[in-house]
């Protein structure tokens, strides 16, 4: 049974910083390419950040400077470290494990909340 489960969300007020972590089980970690995704109210699933099994990286502009993905595959482990947070960066952050030979997974989000 595959399962990604988040964590690390929270209330960070604006300037702070959270880490997200998304712990993986149930395929093959090396061979997905892991993204982290956010949804806020009323608006459309978006890309945050990928990372290739490999440790490259690319990053929606609206976060680049300020968030960096990475991951741990001995540790089946995707990270989202968030640095100066805005009130816009508030919303449910989702994990994604894609690879063009296995299906895509999602985990269930964690909720980030942005807030003084």
């Known amino acids: 049974q595959v399962q990604l489960v988040e964590s690390g969300g929270g209330l960070v007020q604006p300037g702070g910083s959270l880490r997200l972590s998304c712990a993986a089980s149930?395929?093959?970690?090396?061979?997905?390419?892991m993204a982290w995704y956010r949804q806020a109210p009323g608006k459309q699933r978006e890309l945050v950040a990928t990372?290739?099994?490999?440790?490259?990286?690319n990053y929606a502009e609206s976060v680049k400077g300020r968030f960096t993905i990475s991951r741990d595959n001995a540790k089946n482990t995707v990270y989202l470290q968030m640095n100066s947070l805005k009130p816009e960066d508030m919303a449910v952050y989702y994990c994604?494990?894609?690879?063009?030979?296995?299906?895509?997974?999602w985990g269930q989000g964690t909720e980030v909340t942005v807030s003084s």
């Open positions: 149930g395929i093959i970690f090396k061979r997905y390419l």
């Open positions: 990372i290739t099994s490999g440790g490259s990286t």
């Open positions: 994604n494990a894609d690879s063009p030979h296995d299906p895509a997974y």
